[in-house]
């Protein structure tokens, strides 16, 4: 307001204009030298302010990385815990099936012997069947006469 009152003053009266022109422009150069401060305490303080956040953002840049550093190693870990563990079980199941197949072969052999010892017994009974009838029937008995597991004589 008081620049403009200035300018009014100014403008009425010439022999004093010159004089009141310097102080507009003192004034004027006076606040713009104001505003410019004004300005420069608020750039500086944004300087700031951008330099508070570049730290603040570059920290959690660090520790998301990190973080992510971190997480990257526990995944390793479980992946290789996991491939472990698999090999750990691959080998028991090599030795279940191992053992199975022993067992097996054993069982096979076993069945083998019982039904050798069955067709031996199979044919002592038929031979001794047979010698029976030639006997009750008064045949003498068939020699080289071998019985089928279904009991038919050969």
């Not at 006076?30 to 956040?53: C, F, P, V, W, Y």
């Not at 030795?95 to 017994?121: K, P």
């Not at 044919?123 to 009750?136: M, T, V």
């Amino acid at each position: 307001m008081r620049i403009i009152q200035k300018l009014k003053q100014a403008l009425g009266q010439s022999a004093r204009s010159a004089q009141h022109l310097a102080e507009i422009s003192a004034a004027m150069d006076n606040q713009q030298r104001l505003l410019n401060d004004k300005l420069a305490e608020i750039s500086a303080a944004m300087g700031n302010q951008q330099k508070l956040l570049n730290d603040k953002l570059t920290q959690v840049v660090v520790a998301l990385t990190d973080l992510s550093r971190a997480l990257g190693s526990k995944l390793d870990a479980v992946v290789a815990g996991s491939d472990h563990e698999q090999v750990l079980l691959n080998e028991k199941f090599s030795q279940v099936i191992e053992a199975l197949d022993n067992q097996s072969n054993l069982l096979n052999r076993q069945f083998e012997i019982v039904i050798t010892g069955l067709n031996n017994q199979t044919r002592l009974h038929n031979e001794k069947l047979n010698a029976l009838i030639a006997a009750s029937s008064g045949v003498p008995e068939a020699q080289g006469t071998q019985c089928l597991p279904n009991g038919k004589a050969r």
